[in-house]
Structure formats: C-alpha cells, structure tokens
C-alpha cells in the first residue's frame, strides 16, 4: 500500500524554525517526484514546493523562495522541508505529495500541522 | 503569476447532475487536475490532465477543458460527494491551485 507519512510539525515561535519529513513507503521513492503543499486553517490549498526524482529541478512559490529548502534522501524514501523565519502567516498543516507537474498529485499524506505563535 | 478562478459555493439536488468551472486565462492550453477534499482530510485526485479519472474514481466524475474554462462535472451526485473541490494546474515552474468550491448536495 502507498503511504506517505508527514511528521516534524508543531508549535514554533516567530523567526523559528521547523525541518519537516515525509517517509514514503510502498513505492519505489527515486521514481517519483515530489511536492509540499499546505492549507491555512480554513483556506484553500496552496503549493509551496517541488523536487524532481533525483532532486536535479527544484522549484518553489515565490513567496517562500530564500525560506524554504526542500530536499530528498532516495536511500530512505525521504522528502524534507526545511522552514527558516516563520511567520504567524505560515501557521498551516503542510501536505507532502507524490506527482510530476503535469500529472497531478495522486498519493498525498496526511499532513502534519505547524503553528507559529508567540 | 497565474490565476485561477472558482466559484465558492455550488449546490445540487440528489441525484441530479452539478458542474464545477476553473477559469483562467487559456486555461484550454494548460493540464487541469481536480482534487476533492472533506473534511479533516487528505485531498484526493479525481481528475488528471483534463479528463482522465484516476482508478478507483466513480465514472459519475468528469471533466473538460476549453477556451479559458475547466470545469469538473458530477453526475447522479450523491451525500458522499459533499466536499470542497480544487483545481490545479502546473504554469512556468509553479503550482497553481484555484481557490476552492464548496458543493453542498441536498
């Protein structure tokens, strides 16, 4: 079965920073190219991120370029995202998801919720 | 950046037919894919490139794309269809969602 399983959130102080992981299982990882999205508590979906499946294309939302770093580790089935200066705005549950650009994301986890407050 | 446009709330009768739109500029140039998402939950691919239904989604999901409008349509809908609704598509290295359409079936 197809999993992917999000963890590393909490709560972080503005200006903090959070490095969250996605473990993918059930699926040969490398063969995939992955992305970060996130939804604000009550908002609608917003795409941060995306790796390509030997990390050769990354790209990211204008609004967190210099923020935000995602990276992979293929030898563990492992999607990252590193979040550097967070802002109360950033307060989200960050969804990692399986899927080329052009595809569509068609296994996504269960997210892992992040809160920025003081 | 790109835009994408969806109505906020939609409603259909039960059993009946309901069509969801997307609208961007050319859209019809672009590969649009559609997300259901309930509550507390995942989202969930029900539409990739336009038209094509992943394995395991109803035939009763379909969708099209021309001209600068998408649109996802649900056909003999049912309670379980309740959710909130995304479309999304992928424009010069960025992901694009559009704002989201809540369908309500009474």
């Known amino acids: 079965e197809v999993q992917l399983v999000e963890s590393g959130g909490g709560l972080v102080q503005p200006g903090g920073s959070l490095r969250l992981s996605c473990v993918a299982s059930g699926f040969i990882f490398s063969n995939y190219s992955m992305n970060w999205v996130r939804q604000g508590p009550g908002k609608g979906l917003q795409w941060i991120s995306y790796?390509?499946?030997?990390?050769?294309?990354?790209y990211y939302t204008d609004s967190e370029k210099g923020r935000f770093t995602i990276s992979r580790d293929n030898a563990k089935s492992s999607l990252y995202l590193q979040m550097n200066s967070l802002r109360d705005e950033d307060t989200a549950v960050y969804y990692c998801?399986?899927?080329?650009?052009?595809?569509?994301?068609?296994?996504w986890g269960q997210g892992t919720l992040v809160i920025v407050s003081s | 950046s790109y835009e994408l446009t969806q109505p906020l709330s939609v409603s259909v009768a039960l059993g009946q037919t309901v069509r969801i739109t997307c609208e961007g500029y050319?859209?019809?140039?672009?590969?649009v894919h559609w997300y259901q998402q309930k509550p507390g939950q995942a989202p969930v691919l029900v539409i990739y490139r336009d038209t094509n239904r992943p394995s395991g989604i109803p035939e009763r999901f379909s969708g099209s794309n021309s001209g600068n409008t998408a649109a996802l349509t649900i056909s003999r809908a049912q309670a379980a269809d309740e959710a909130d609704y995304y479309c999304?598509?992928?424009?010069?290295?960025?992901?694009?969602f559009g704002g989201g359409t809540k369908l309500t079936v009474l």
């Open positions: 790796i390509s499946r030997d990390s050769s294309a990354i």
């Open positions: 050319n859209i019809g140039n672009k590969n």
């Open positions: 999304q598509l992928w424009d010069s290295g960025t992901g694009v």
């Open positions: 998801a399986r899927g080329p650009p052009y595809s569509g994301y068609d296994r």
